[in-house]
């Protein structure tokens, strides 16, 4: 798959260089998202717990086990075979709306979104579209418990130990 020409402008500009050479909090998370510095608070021990079992379900490849980024280098959409956002009640829009159109128009094959307010996965293949108008033409929607088939990645994900955010209120995203 060849990089989409809508990512290559982005190497160039001043900000992304500002954005690789910037020092996270180690408590916190920073991302740039269509020309915007976005930095959260550090994650809780849900989200934490979920990343590590999608990590451990995955298996490595030639290039290592899989990775989880803060903050540094864009990695470019070509070396992509998923992205995996645990939602957050301060991501909502972000996590459903913004992120799955800008992975989209990147052409990333696989967005899977776990949602621990709504105690469910979205998976998300077969993006089309470019810029604003992009999105995910196949959706798959799996509540915590069942397993989710990574076709790309030859594996079922299992879901039973994902644990549900207890202090945030359900949600009907997106």
Do not use: W
Request: contains cysteine.
């Amino acid at each position: 798959m060849s990089a989409p020409s809508v990512a290559r402008p982005l190497t160039t500009h001043p900000l992304v260089a500002f954005f690789e050479e910037l020092e996270v909090p180690e408590t916190f998370k920073a991302e740039l998202l269509r020309g915007e510095i976005v930095m959260t608070a550090g994650t809780d021990a849900v989200h934490n717990r979920i990343i590590q079992s999608v990590r451990d379900q995955v298996p490595g490849d030639r290039r290592g086990r899989p990775k989880t980024q803060v903050a540094g280098k864009p990695v470019p959409t070509e070396l992509i075979t998923m992205l995996v956002e645990v939602v957050s009640n301060n991501s909502l829009d972000r996590d459903h709306r913004v992120k799955r159109n800008i992975y989209a128009a990147g052409e990333v094959p696989t967005y899977l979104i776990i949602d621990p307010a709504a105690a469910e996965c979205r998976l998300l293949t077969d993006p089309t579209g470019t810029g604003e108008d992009a999105d995910y033409t196949v959706q798959r929607l799996t509540k915590f418990g069942d397993p989710i088939p990574l076709d790309l990645l030859g594996v079922k994900l299992d879901t039973t130990e994902f644990q549900t955010f207890t202090n945030v209120r359900p949600h009907s995203h997106p």
